[in-house]
C-alpha cells in the first residue's frame, strides 16, 4: 500500500490540479503524505504552501509537504511520480522550431523534438532511478515525463527499478469521439494496441453501443484548438479508411506532416502561449495560497489531470484492481512486438502488481510504421542513455519523419549549435 507520495516536478502548474484529484479522493487512497520536490524552488513553495492550505482545509487524510533535496524527498518513498521537465519551455520551443527548417513537424512527444526531449529526460530518469535504489530502495516509479515510452524504454532496460508508463492520451481520444458522436461525457470502453502515441483503438463502446460504423458526418467537437481539430479530422479520416478502429490522436502526424508543419509556421510555437500563460497560472496559486479556504479555479491540464495518477494509486490497494492501459515492457501481451518492448495495452493493475491481457490485433497496413517507431524506440533509449553520436544519428535517422542519415546529420548539426548545454550530452 502506498503511503508516501513523491511528486518529481512538485512547482509545476499541473501539480495542483493532481493534488486536487488526490484530496477529492480523501481517504479512500490511503495516503499519509505527498511530498513535492522541484529545482524551481521559488515555485516549489508556492505550490506547496497552496498545496497544504488545500489538503487543510478540505480535512484531507494526508499531509502535503515540500522537499529541499531529491534524497530528502525519496526518503521513505513508497511510490514516486516522475513529472519533470528537463531543459524547461527554453529547451521545448527549440523541440518544437528546430525541425520546422528541414520540413519536419516539431513536437515534443513526436518526431526529432521528442528524440531531443528524450536526449534530458531519459539521463534524469536514470539518475533517480540509481537514487530511487539507494534512498526508496523497492518503490515504484510512476513516469509522467515524455518522451513516455522512451523513458520507460530505458528504465525497463537498466533494470532495477519496478516502473510504470503512463499516459491518459487514450481517455482524451476516446473523450473527443464520445464528443463526436453526439455523446459528451458517455462512459466508454475499448481495446488498444500499439506504442505510447502511436496505438489504435478498437472494440470501441461509447454508451451501452458498440460503435461498428462511423457515421456519414461527424462532427469535429467545437472546443478544439487548430491543431486538436487537425489532429482529429485526420485520425477520422484514418479510421474511414481502418474499419474498426480509431487511431491515437499523434498518428496523424505520419499521415501529413507537412499540414502540421504548415500550421506551425503560421501559428508560432506551442511553448510561446504556454509560457504566456504560466505568470496567471502562479498569481491565481498565489491569491488562493493565502486563503483559509483555497478555491482552486484553473491550473494547466485538463479537468481531468491527475485521474490517472490517482486510479493508479488507488488500484495499487484493491484486490480486484483496475482496468488499465499503461506502458509497460511486452513479455506476451502482443506478438506483433518483441518481448522488451514497452508497448501501450490495457491490463489490470491490483496490489500485487500487473497483470497482462493480451492485446487485439492491429490494422494490417500500419504494422510496417509501427515497426519502424518500434525500432527508433529502442535506439532513442539507447542513444540517451549512453550518449554515443553515432547511436545518436541512428535513432534519427530510424524515426519515420526523418527517415534518412543525411537528415539525421543535418538535424543534429543545428540541434549542437541551438541548444547547447540544454541537452546534457552537449554539456
Known sequence: MIKEFVILGGGSAYTPGLLQALIAQGPTLGLARVRLYDTHAEHLELVGRLGQAMAQSAGASFKVETASSLTAALSGADAVLNSIRPGGFEARRIDET??????????????????????????EALRLADAMAIHAPGALLLNYTNPSNIVTQALVDRGGVRVLGLCDQSDEDLQALAQALGQPGASYDFQCNGLNHATWYSDIRIGDKALTTLPAHLETPSDMNEEHRLRFELSLAMARQTPGYWPNSYLPYYLAPEKFVSLALAQGPRSDVIVAQLPAYYAHFREEADKATPHLQHHRGTAGFGDLAVTVIQALKAEQGMPLVLNVENQGTTDLFAPNTVVEAQGRLNAKGWTRTPAPGLPADQLGLLHQLETYQHLAAEAARTGVETTILQALAANPLVGSHVKAQALWTLAQKQYGPLLPVLA
Open 98 to 123: 528546430l525541425p520546422l527548417a528541414l520540413g519536419i513537424p516539431g513536437q515534443e512527444t513526436v518526431g526529432p523534438g521528442g528524440f531531443f526531449f528524450a536526449l534530458r529526460s531519459v539521463p
